[in-house]
């Protein structure tokens, strides 16, 4: 079974700072990996997704990468600002025909002034 | 358009009330998606459509109802309500290919229910 894992649970960075939010899986035979941000009480905004064929997808300050072997993904946030506060989400899909992603248990990121 | 629309935003009920959500995207998709997100957890499951028939049925209790009238819309019938159903309903969508591969989920506002 599958389990997603993303450390820390909460960070606090000051603005402008550059950060890594990682996520962890336990079996590296994944079709895809979607990164996802949610605001509080609302619902949730895809990031970026990388192929299990990919290294790694750029958004502006962006940048997440896959190292699937190893089962990890790192979020890099370059320059952060308040309102990149959020809840960060990485969820990962097991085969091109699976429908079900598996979630992560998020990091909460707080950008302060 | 990457939007997916949900009505309404919040939803109060009693036990005894029937009531439904929906759920709305015109991006072409195919495979529709319900989750509940309880507070600081990540979103749960519930059900998925795809090509309008139901795939997947996470073991979600009879008094959760889902219908997919058409390839626009989803729906979900509720009844019976306990108070621990109270969460956000988060309804998503995604393209399906020809090999019946699954692409990128984008989710709706979701609807923020309290069951009295």
């Known amino acids: 079974k599958q389990e997603v894992t993303q450390i820390p649970a909460a960070l606090s960075v000051p603005e402008g700072e550059n950060l890594v939010l990682n996520c962890s899986f336990t079996d590296s035979a994944i079709y895809n990996l979607q990164w996802f941000r949610q605001d509080p009480g609302k619902g949730l905004t895809s990031l970026l997704l990388i192929q299990s064929s990919q290294r790694e997808q750029t958004s502006g300050r962006l940048n997440a990468s896959l190292d699937k072997s190893s089962g990890r993904s790192t979020l890099y946030i370059a320059a952060s600002q308040p309102g990149d506060s959020a809840t960060y989400l990485c969820a990962v899909r097991r085969s091109g025909t699976a429908s079900k992603l598996t979630f992560g248990t998020g990091t909460r990121l707080q950008v302060t002034l | 358009d990457t939007e997916v629309t949900q009505t309404p935003k919040h939803l109060v009920m009693g036990m005894t009330n029937k009531k439904s959500l929906k759920c709305e995207q015109h991006?072409?998709?195919?495979?529709m998606y319900w989750y509940k997100q309880k507070a600081k957890k990540p979103p749960e499951l519930m059900f998925v459509y795809s090509y309008e028939k139901l795939s997947i049925n996470e073991s979600v209790p009879s008094r959760f109802s889902p219908e997919c009238p058409n390839s626009s819309l989803l729906n979900l019938h509720l009844h019976a309500l306990q108070p621990e159903d109270s969460a956000l309903y988060l309804c998503?969508?995604?393209?399906?290919?020809?090999?019946?591969?699954?692409?990128?989920?984008?989710f709706g506002p979701g609807t923020r229910l309290t069951v009295l």
């Open positions: 998503a969508s995604s393209q399906v290919d020809m090999g019946f591969s699954y692409n990128e989920q984008f």
């Open positions: 991006m072409g998709h195919r495979a």
